[in-house]
């Protein structure tokens, strides 16, 4: 079982980055849904965005620090969730992770209901 993030980097202010988070051994029917998270050096870990698995539930959250600037979106043929972020900027600044849940949608913003975590990227905003 794995969760592999990706396309982090060096960005500069107001540029864009796409991460991907590709899932690999275990069946679309085993989770419910896939996150991201990130964490900026001494802060506490935020969700960014989430997205539903389910070919017949589109349902999609962002924190409010995403919302208008990020999209996340799944390719469930690959087995991978886009996180495209637009607009970028300084805060942020953090590794971010993709992680997956089983738990009902109505729990995807708690952390801890997530059992498979992917190793980060990290994204850099910086002049």
């Known amino acids: 079982v794995q969760l592999q993030a990706s396309g982090g980097g060096l960005v500069q202010p107001g540029g864009y980055l796409r991460l991907s988070c590709v899932a690999s051994?275990?069946?679309?029917?085993?989770?419910?849904?896939i996150g991201w998270f990130r964490q900026a050096p001494g802060k506490d870990r935020e969700k960014v965005s989430c997205i539903s698995i389910s070919s017949s539930d589109a349902r999609i959250s962002y924190a409010d620090s995403a919302k208008g600037r990020f999209t996340i979106s799944r390719d469930n043929a690959k087995n991978t969730v886009y996180l495209q972020m637009n607009s970028l900027k300084s805060e942020d600044t953090a590794v971010y992770y993709c992680?997956?849940?089983?738990?009902?949608?109505?729990?995807?913003?708690?952390?801890?209901?997530?059992?498979?975590w992917g190793r980060g990227t990290l994204v850099t905003v910086s002049s």
């Open positions: 051994g275990f069946a679309s029917l085993d989770y419910n849904a």
């Open positions: 992680a997956r849940t089983k738990a009902p949608w109505r729990y995807v913003r708690i952390s801890s209901r997530y059992d498979y």
